[in-house]
């Protein structure tokens, strides 16, 4: 029996051209991270940079997605603006069912449109609207005006938009993915931008069949009760990873000021417990999930006399509250949640915006630039001046803020100040537990803090061990690879083990994929690597700031030596991976 293929739409944006496309070896590369690492080997131009529009643009989900509760993400494969080499951003919301209502596994999308546009596409419908008028509205206008443009399959409808930063190129703009989640890190949503591309709708307007056999109505009950009926799941709904907060500022880990302090007594008025007693409005879910981690709060400005109040609805989450509260020295909650509006209409990731207005902020504080580059006095603890900059940075208002919308890395060799900046690969993030921890993240496939739980390494084991810490970090990255080729939410993963996965795929009719697991997974985590590679990164060109150095943790002092033996080590196993 010939072996079952991905349904992949490929769309050139230059002609409006689409043809479906049946391809690779599901046995091979699985779907999601495989898929994606897969199908930009095949579409990409590594001799080409990043910014060239016939670069692909990859949105894959996996062979679970629908099937089973929390297989509900999409990985977008892309060359990052941010540092030119293949990377993945990972998002939610209501994508994964709609790509898998529309009959697809992966769309492909290649060229640039002729003037700014949004692609509609759906198991019956693929076509190229121009809406240039929509160009340079925020990211949450668009998409307002999008849900009447396009009011079709609107239960099993996804609508991806960028913002301003987006329509630039900017380095860090997100991909805006049903108002609440986004592909937020090495700007996928720039790539977008120099597609023209405003907007993408999918539209889930097919239906997908149920797996045959009683196996698969029975381990979806098994499954969906490990989820709903134990407490494996209850941090997630209840204060969702906001809990964090607290926690990690007990164990000195978490950043401050642009981690000039690991801990701060203030914590208690930004902690999840305090944003959920005050403005927590309600709970949101991405499609296929019953847990409800997305936490949305209520913000309420007055902004007349006589007590008139504008109401806006705003998620956050841990990271988001580290990198635009605790990071700029914030702790109201009210002024966390503006900001993160403004960065969200704005279009940006908010993990680097808080990370490189942080910087800025103890740059000029230090002198290294004047308030001629900032045109703002920005001071931690000061919103209403850092809401204003973001403005700026998103608009690129002059040459600093264009050089910062480039990567905190980018105005670091403009104007200097390396040795303080927060730069892990790309802007840090919020876990400041020790050495494995920056090692993982500094030179992890996207640089991410779920590339592998350093940060767990960090906090439970005891002593130096260089050896069992690299084997961690690559054993680990090789698991989550696995869940993010379902694609499983990755807080799933202790819901979802090695056998549990096999039986899933049993159930749905994929048991040849469950054969050989740790084979798969190792299979696809070298594929990712010698696409990042081919694509031009270079391990040894990465440097962690002398500000990590400088951090004071639970356990001390950081150690320097073990740091750099981690680097070394680390960098060495990674080439060999991608080589073997």
Same mark, same amino acid.
């Given at each position: 029996m010939a072996e079952r293929q991905f349904q992949v739409l490929a769309v050139d944006l230059a002609t409006g051209g689409h043809e479906r496309l049946a391809f690779g070896g599901r046995t091979e590369l699985l779907g999601g991270s495989g898929l994606a690492a897969g199908l930009h080997a095949?579409? @990409?131009? /590594?001799? *080409?940079?990043?910014?060239?529009?016939?670069?692909? &643009?990859?949105?894959?989900? #996996?062979?679970?997605?629908?099937?089973? /509760?929390?297989?509900s993400k999409v990985v977008c494969g892309f060359r990052s603006p941010y540092h030119n080499q293949y990377a993945e951003s990972h998002a939610g919301g209501r994508l994964a069912l709609a790509l898998r209502f529309a009959g697809l596994d992966a769309l492909v999308l290649r060229g640039a449109a002729a003037t700014p546009s949004c692609l509609v596409v759906g198991g019956e419908r693929c076509s190229l609207l121009d809406v240039h008028y929509l160009w340079g509205m925020d990211a949450l206008e668009t998409g307002k005006r999008l849900r009447t443009i396009v009011p079709e399959a609107a239960g099993h409808r996804s609508i991806l938009r960028i913002g301003p930063a987006g329509e630039a190129g900017g380095a860090y703009a997100c991909i805006n993915v049903d108002t609440f989640r986004h592909f937020g890190r090495l700007g996928a949503g720039g790539v977008m931008g120099r597609k !023209? &591309? %405003?907007?993408? +709708?999918? *539209? #889930?307007? !097919?239906?997908?069949? =149920?797996?045959?056999? %009683?196996? $698969?109505?029975?381990?979806?009950?098994? *499954? $969906?009760? !490990?989820?709903?009926e134990t407490d494996v799941m209850n941090k997630y709904h209840d204060l969702g990873t906001p809990r964090n907060l607290i926690p990690l500022n007990d164990q000195r880990a978490l950043p401050w000021r642009n981690l000039q302090q690991t801990n701060d007594a203030a914590v208690t008025a930004i902690s999840g417990e305090r944003f959920a007693d005050e403005l927590l409005l309600r709970n949101s879910a991405c499609a296929g999930c019953p847990i409800g981690c997305i936490h949305i709060g209520l913000l309420r400005e007055q902004f007349a006399d006589r007590h008139h109040y504008l109401y806006r609805q705003v998620s956050y989450d841990y990271e988001p509250i580290f990198a635009a509260g605790t990071m700029l020295g914030l702790t109201r909650p009210s002024d966390v949640l503006r900001l993160l509006e403004t960065i969200e209409r704005a279009g940006l990731d908010a993990m680097s915006t808080g990370v490189a207005l942080a910087w800025a902020t103890e740059a000029l504080a230090r @002198? +290294?630039?004047?308030? =001629?580059? =900032?045109? *703002? /006095?920005? !001071?931690f603890g000061e919103a209403d001046t850092y809401d204003r900059a973001i403005d700026y940075l998103a608009s690129g208002r002059n040459a600093f803020y264009e050089r910062l919308r480039e990567g905190t890395g980018a105005a670091v060799a403009a104007y200097g100040g390396g040795e303080f900046a927060c730069l892990l690969g790309q802007e840090m993030a919020g876990y400041a537990t020790g050495e494995v921890f920056f090692t993982s993240q500094a030179y992890g496939f996207r640089h991410s803090h779920l590339d592998a739980a350093g940060y767990s390494f960090d906090q439970t084991a005891t002593g130096r061990d260089v050896d069992a810490a690299v084997d961690f970090l690559l054993a680990d990255e090789r698991e989550r690879v696995l869940l993010t080729s379902m694609v499983a939410c990755l807080f799933a993963r202790g819901a979802y083990p090695r056998a549990s996965l096999a039986a899933a795929l049993e159930a749905v009719g994929d048991g040849a994929l469950a054969s050989d697991l740790e084979a798969a997974a190792a299979r696809i985590q070298r594929l990712r690597w010698r696409e990042r590679l081919a694509t031009g990164c270079d391990l040894d060109a990465i440097r962690i700031p002398r500000r990590f150095h400088e951090v004071t943790t639970w356990k001390g002092p950081l150690d320097g030596a073990y740091l750099d033996a981690l680097g070394r080590a680390y960098r060495a196993a990674l080439r060999a991976l991608a080589a073997d």
């Amino acid at each position: 029996m010939a072996e079952r293929q991905f349904q992949v739409l490929a769309v050139d944006l230059a002609t409006g051209g689409h043809e479906r496309l049946a391809f690779g070896g599901r046995t091979e590369l699985l779907g999601g991270s495989g898929l994606a690492a897969g199908l930009h080997a095949a579409f @990409g131009h /590594p001799e *080409l940079p990043a910014e060239d529009p016939a670069q692909p &643009l990859i949105f894959a989900i #996996g062979p679970l997605t629908g099937y089973f /509760p929390l297989m509900s993400k999409v990985v977008c494969g892309f060359r990052s603006p941010y540092h030119n080499q293949y990377a993945e951003s990972h998002a939610g919301g209501r994508l994964a069912l709609a790509l898998r209502f529309a009959g697809l596994d992966a769309l492909v999308l290649r060229g640039a449109a002729a003037t700014p546009s949004c692609l509609v596409v759906g198991g019956e419908r693929c076509s190229l609207l121009d809406v240039h008028y929509l160009w340079g509205m925020d990211a949450l206008e668009t998409g307002k005006r999008l849900r009447t443009i396009v009011p079709e399959a609107a239960g099993h409808r996804s609508i991806l938009r960028i913002g301003p930063a987006g329509e630039a190129g900017g380095a860090y703009a997100c991909i805006n993915v049903d108002t609440f989640r986004h592909f937020g890190r090495l700007g996928a949503g720039g790539v977008m931008g120099r597609k !023209r &591309l %405003k907007a993408i +709708v999918v *539209l #889930g307007d !097919r239906s997908a069949p =149920t797996p045959p056999g %009683k196996s $698969y109505a029975s381990l979806f009950q098994t *499954l $969906y009760g !490990r989820l709903t009926e134990t407490d494996v799941m209850n941090k997630y709904h209840d204060l969702g990873t906001p809990r964090n907060l607290i926690p990690l500022n007990d164990q000195r880990a978490l950043p401050w000021r642009n981690l000039q302090q690991t801990n701060d007594a203030a914590v208690t008025a930004i902690s999840g417990e305090r944003f959920a007693d005050e403005l927590l409005l309600r709970n949101s879910a991405c499609a296929g999930c019953p847990i409800g981690c997305i936490h949305i709060g209520l913000l309420r400005e007055q902004f007349a006399d006589r007590h008139h109040y504008l109401y806006r609805q705003v998620s956050y989450d841990y990271e988001p509250i580290f990198a635009a509260g605790t990071m700029l020295g914030l702790t109201r909650p009210s002024d966390v949640l503006r900001l993160l509006e403004t960065i969200e209409r704005a279009g940006l990731d908010a993990m680097s915006t808080g990370v490189a207005l942080a910087w800025a902020t103890e740059a000029l504080a230090r @002198g +290294v630039i004047a308030e =001629t580059e =900032t045109l *703002l /006095p920005l !001071r931690f603890g000061e919103a209403d001046t850092y809401d204003r900059a973001i403005d700026y940075l998103a608009s690129g208002r002059n040459a600093f803020y264009e050089r910062l919308r480039e990567g905190t890395g980018a105005a670091v060799a403009a104007y200097g100040g390396g040795e303080f900046a927060c730069l892990l690969g790309q802007e840090m993030a919020g876990y400041a537990t020790g050495e494995v921890f920056f090692t993982s993240q500094a030179y992890g496939f996207r640089h991410s803090h779920l590339d592998a739980a350093g940060y767990s390494f960090d906090q439970t084991a005891t002593g130096r061990d260089v050896d069992a810490a690299v084997d961690f970090l690559l054993a680990d990255e090789r698991e989550r690879v696995l869940l993010t080729s379902m694609v499983a939410c990755l807080f799933a993963r202790g819901a979802y083990p090695r056998a549990s996965l096999a039986a899933a795929l049993e159930a749905v009719g994929d048991g040849a994929l469950a054969s050989d697991l740790e084979a798969a997974a190792a299979r696809i985590q070298r594929l990712r690597w010698r696409e990042r590679l081919a694509t031009g990164c270079d391990l040894d060109a990465i440097r962690i700031p002398r500000r990590f150095h400088e951090v004071t943790t639970w356990k001390g002092p950081l150690d320097g030596a073990y740091l750099d033996a981690l680097g070394r080590a680390y960098r060495a196993a990674l080439r060999a991976l991608a080589a073997d």
